[in-house]
């Protein structure tokens, strides 16, 4: 298994009440799946991402991330696990406002202080193959600030997905894009798959959930399968 979750849960208090914002949660990945959580805004999606990630500690339960315990990583160690294995599409901006668009999608592989097994050439070259999947390419000089919510999120898919990651978690990677360009890039992360990545989407656009091969529903905090 490439992700394996159990029985996760995540609590966090507001006000003087303790609230579950995951609860509960197994779900098991294997290399090539592609899986999607759909929920409602505040139901848990976001956070059960960076659980996976590692970026959030669960309260109880267990992450399994390429058979590492990732609650049982010290945080050098799973900052490679994240930078060799995990992609990470995160929701909000997350660019480098200083570095170029195509300098932002490498930093990834320059970050990378042990696998540096291709040229400068071949990783611009692979950075150049992505914008362009993602119909980009003529930004590659830009610079954040001048690019739209759509063009901005697409560059930071190229920047997830420059390692070439074994697990693709995704937060709204449709959001700020067109229907035509949410189909361009759900048809990469359905490729992306079938070459053997294992991917994770959440999601509350009911027009993506059915290229999951597994789909699930995210309501306060509980998972469900609604296709498996
Ligand atoms: N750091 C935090 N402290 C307290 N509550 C939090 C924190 N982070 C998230 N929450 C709460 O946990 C719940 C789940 O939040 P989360 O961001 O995971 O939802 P989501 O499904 O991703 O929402 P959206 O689709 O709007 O991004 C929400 O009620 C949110 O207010």
Do not use: W
Request: glycine letters at 8%.
């Amino acid at each position: 298994m490439l992700l394996e979750i159990s029985h996760l849960s995540k609590t966090y208090i507001r006000g003087n009440q303790t609230f579950y914002a995951v609860k509960d949660a197994s779900l098991k990945l294997k290399e090539g799946d592609c899986a999607v959580v759909v929920g409602r805004s505040g139901s848990g999606k976001s956070t059960l991402l960076n659980l996976i990630a590692g970026l959030l500690t669960p309260t109880s339960g267990k992450v399994e991330v390429a058979g590492y315990n990732t609650t049982l990583l010290k945080d050098k160690e799973l900052s490679l696990l994240r930078n060799f294995t995990i992609g990470y599409i995160p929701q909000g901006q997350s660019l480098l406002s200083s570095l170029s668009v195509l300098d932002n999608v490498c930093l990834p592989y320059f970050l990378q202080n042990r696998r540096k097994d291709k040229s400068m050439e071949e990783i611009d070259k692979r950075a150049y193959s992505l914008l362009e999947q993602l119909g980009i390419l003529h930004l590659a000089n830009a610079y954040p600030k001048h690019l739209s919510g759509g063009e901005l999120r697409r560059v930071s898919i190229a920047r997830a997905l420059i390692n070439e990651p074994k697990l693709l978690l995704a937060d709204e990677p449709t959001n700020d894009l067109d229907t035509q360009t949410s189909k361009e890039v759900m048809g990469l992360f359905t490729g992306i798959a079938l070459k053997g990545t294992a991917v994770l989407l959440v999601t509350h656009d009911q027009s993506i959930i059915h290229e999951g091969d597994y789909i699930y529903q995210m309501n306060d905090g509980a998972l469900a399968p609604l296709k498996t």
